[in-house]
């Protein structure tokens, strides 16, 4: 009966050091030389909206490049084209089903599937016809990623950057609750229709150099629950717990061995 009633008070140390250990710490083994590449650019996708601004050190020989200086100064060009629709807010060139977008003055251009730089690389070049030294400034206007499952706040998460990273959704989420897999994180990936399906584990360090750090536009992560939870209010006490229990063990060997 008493070696009965020691093995149940035992068991919650156990079953503490489950709950204490290593899965819940991000990027394990720091000490290793990370090589993630610091020059990522996001692919350009359809449905994407971009700012392009153009600027020379000839304000008004740039304003036809520039859909709202354009409108602003009501200069009438009908190869300006009406990305804005009729909500004012949507504002940039909206990247269609095939890939382009309209771009005054040059015309139908294909952007999808190119990186931001190369994007401006190419309108140097073809605003350089009209242009002296113009300089190309492209931003992503609508960078957003879904994030479901065991995090503190699950939903779309949207970002004025060209570079988010898995920790950076994770950081918008209010991070992982303490049942969120850390280690088997689900990253759904769409590119140009195609969908890929990758594993995560966020507990070692070299993940930064996967392929999978930098998220994508509307990618979407999720965060499996394990399979055995408990109740996380009286964690705050479990070191009290943890306490008592070993008092309570060291006098049952006692006794035990009387």
């Known amino acids: 009966m008493k070696k009965n009633l020691l093995l149940v008070l035992i068991l919650p140390l156990f079953f503490s050091s489950c709950i204490s250990n290593k899965d819940f710490v991000y990027l ?21 909206r971009l700012s392009i601004r153009v600027n020379t050190l000839e304000h008004e020989a740039s304003v036809p490049f520039n859909l709202e200086d354009s409108k602003s100064n009501s200069v009438n060009l009908t190869n300006i084209p009406n990305t804005n629709g009729n909500n ?12 382009t977008i309209d771009f005054p003055v040059i015309g139908t251009i294909s952007v999808a599937g190119f990186t931001i730089a190369q994007v401006k690389i190419f309108l140097k070049e073809k605003l350089s016809i009209y242009l002296k030294d113009p300089i190309i400034n492209i931003q992503l206007l609508n960078f957003k990623v879904t994030v479901l499952g065991d995090v503190g706040s699950p939903g779309i998460k949207t970002f ?12 918008a989420s209010s991070d992982l609750t303490l049942f969120g897999k850390r280690k ?50 009286a964690l705050p006490n479990l070191g009290l717990i943890i306490s008592v229990v070993s008092f309570i063990t060291t006098l049952l060997f006692l006794v035990i061995k009387k």
């Open 28 to 48: 394990q083994g720091t000490q290793n030389v990370i090589t993630s590449s610091f020059n990522y650019e996001p692919i350009i996708q359809n449905d994407d």
């Open 88 to 99: 004012s807010s949507n504002i940039g060139y909206l990247v269609d089903e095939k890939g």
């Open 160 to 171: 004025n950057s060209n570079r988010v990273t898995l920790l950076d959704a994770i950081g």
């Open 184 to 233: 088997n994180i689900l990253l759904i990936r769409d590119f140009q229709g195609v969908k890929t399906f990758n594993r995560i584990d966020i507990t070692k360090a070299d993940f930064v150099n996967s392929p999978y750090y930098y998220l994508d536009q509307n990618d979407v992560i999720y965060i499996e629950s394990r399979k055995a939870k408990v109740d996380a209010s």
